[in-house]
């Protein structure tokens, strides 16, 4: 009985770790397969070759390196950083409302932050101390205010899960019909606000990855050491704090987390629906509840899901762009609608 | 380890006080039974003694030291806790949530060491648990599930032990266990607190009982001491006589 008791933790371990070598392998040939496609396919040894000189410090800047290393690059690592970052907000979110069904989109907090950016978009051009780095820190402050609103509505009801859900739908409204007016008032600036807010990446650039790749990566380090007290927290605050979880700190951080990484994923690329619900989710039926397997796993999942999205994206009705947010959305509402199915009965929606 | 409660008074808000001038001392190898009828106050009493809620007035220590000036993690490797009950719908094996006791033992990545497997081991071993060891928690009965909270708290290996009515989902056979273990428990040098409703069996089981009422205490001592049909009269409002043997029977008289 001891020895399948260890054996068992083993081969779940075991097959995290499995899991984890997979996704990172999935990831590098997603990755592979983005720098090759466009406008231009460039084939795989050229792509190789081309990165390596790169990585030499020998970039020969003709039109070859400008769209691999200029154009595409960037835009996969930002698609790899930004989904990697709404996967693991979504995961912290599951975690802080106890709530499998929770992400920051379906709790409104991508909307919270997609009125903050477009309010700075909008007063940008009227007052001239707000510039376009203001964006995301309107967009954080947007994010972390819709996180706190729900948060502490959703804890005050008895049913903390459709609480939530439906403290989160109603600012969700609110949010849309707020950004629904700034863009009535938007003008001839119109046309860029309503790209933006679909979701996509193409606008993006080194200047971009740069913002966001240490958001990133500190959201998941941050992540990573909470992993052991976030699966203490799957029991309930109030034996977590029994068993040595300093409860409120935990919240806070994670509050904090889920509204930096979605704001500055949304200020940068508008609202990507989906991932931060979907990836953690179906992570959790293959990896299990252990964070400390479940949040790289997360972080990867994320990054492959977003890199696979863009790349069809730009790809499919090229040289028309479609916008990530909508493709997403396409894939993620239906798979949604089959968790709820799944779980929504016995995890406190009903 | 020594946990006192000296004095204290605690309200939820600014309402009436939950706790008046309560002092309790919970020794190193004796177990107290808190007896009160609901809503007398012995959660919001284990809850004050562990750190959670901070009484308004008076203190709760640990050998001497004041147990706000703790981290939640210190301790919980002082006092472990098991609870009534905890939800059902918790992602994790019968194993798993026994480990999460070891939490508190853990550096900041959380690695676990080779000895918490043994430790986890032999906590679900000293409960009968594992046969079901590997099952969802979700999935075992609500006695078995109670058996998991006592191996987590076990694993956790503290000094002190607080029960909040661990019998509520007990048959009578586990509930006897229950007693067995906290009196084993208590001969190995434990300090134990355990707020229960049953009267008649517990007191066998105890060194010393306290009776609550209305958030004071009513009486405490040896438990047939305590246990006189005026303090149960006075606290409960029923008239029962009950007298326990020395071969661990006892006899009740309801009046």
């Known amino acids: ?350 | 380890m020594t946990l006192q409660a000296e004095n204290i008074t605690f309200s939820y808000r600014h309402r009436q006080p939950v706790l008046q001038e309560i002092t309790l001392d919970i020794r190193p190898g004796t177990a107290t039974a808190l007896f009160g009828p609901n809503g007398s106050g012995k959660s919001t009493l284990l809850r004050c003694m562990n750190g959670i809620l901070q009484p308004q007035l008076g203190r709760v220590k640990i050998n001497g030291g004041e147990i706000h000036s703790m981290g939640r993690r210190e301790t919980a490797r002082q006092i472990a806790v098991v609870p009534q009950d905890c939800p059902a719908d918790v992602p994790l094996t019968a194993s798993e949530m026994v480990m999460l006791g070891r939490y508190a033992h853990w550096d900041m990545w959380g690695q676990e060491m080779p000895e918490d497997q043994t430790i986890v081991r032999e906590s679900l071993a000293r409960l009968n648990a594992t046969a079901f060891a590997d099952r969802p928690f979700g999935c075992i009965s609500g006695g078995e599930r109670q058996r998991v909270l006592l191996a987590r708290a076990l694993a956790q290996q503290a000094p002190i032990m607080l029960f909040d009515e661990p019998n509520t989902h007990l048959d009578i056979s586990h509930q006897i266990e229950l007693y067995r273990l906290v009196r084993e428990l208590a001969d190995e040098g434990k300090a134990i607190l355990m707020a229960c409703h049953d009267i008649f069996i517990t007191p066998m089981f105890v060194d010393n009982a306290v009776l609550m009422r209305s958030g004071g205490i009513h009486a405490a001592g040896p438990a047939a001491e305590v246990l006189t049909p005026e303090n149960v009269k006075a606290v409960f409002g029923a008239s029962i006589e009950i007298s326990w043997r020395k071969d661990f029977s006892f006899s009740a008289i309801f009046t």
């Open chain 1, 1 to 350: 009985m001891h020895e399948s008791n260890v054996e068992r933790r083993m081969t779940s371990a075991s097959r995290a770790k499995w899991l984890i070598g997979l996704l990172l392998t999935a990831t590098l040939i997603a990755v592979l397969i983005s720098l090759m496609s466009g406008s231009v396919t460039i084939p795989p040894p050229k792509v190789l070759e081309r990165c390596l000189t790169a990585l030499k410090g020998q970039a020969s800047n003709d039109a070859t390196d400008r769209i691999l290393l200029g154009t595409r690059l960037p835009r996969i690592i930002l698609a790899a950083t930004v989904g990697s970052a709404l996967a693991t907000a979504g995961l912290a979110a599951q975690t802080l409302f106890r709530n499998p069904l929770a992400s920051p989109y379906i709790v409104g907090v991508s909307g919270g932050s997609a009125v903050g950016a477009v309010a700075a978009m909008l007063l940008m051009s009227k007052v001239a101390a707000i510039t376009f780095a203001a964006v995301p820190v309107f967009s954080v402050v947007g994010g972390l205010t819709v996180t706190s609103i729900v948060f502490f509505l959703g804890r005050r009801g008895h049913n903390v899960g459709s609480g939530l859900l439906l403290a989160g739908i109603a600012i969700g409204a609110l949010c849309s019909s707020v950004t629904a007016a700034a863009l009535y008032l938007a003008g001839e600036r119109l046309q860029i606000l309503v790209f933006w807010l679909m979701g996509g990446l193409w606008r993006a650039n080194w200047q971009e990855t740069l913002w966001m790749a240490p958001v990133s990566a500190a959201g998941l380090v941050a992540l990573i050491m909470l992993a052991p007290a976030m699966n203490v927290a799957l029991v309930g605050d109030r034996s977590a704090q029994d068993l040595g979880v300093n409860i409120s700190r935990l919240q806070k951080l994670l509050l904090i987390l889920i509204g930096v990484e979605t704001a500055m994923a949304v200020s940068l690329t508008g609202v990507i629906g989906f991932v931060g619900l979907i990836v953690p989710h179906l992570l959790r039926l293959i990896v299990g509840a252990d964070h400390r397997w479940l949040v790289p796993a997360t972080a990867l999942g994320g990054a492959l899901l977003l890199i696979v999205a863009d790349t069809l994206a730009r790809t499919l009705a090229a040289p028309v762009e479609i916008p990530v947010g909508i493709l997403t959305a396409v894939v993620g509402a239906p798979a949604f609608l089959w968790l709820l199915q799944r779980r929504g009965v016995r995890e406190g929606l009903s």
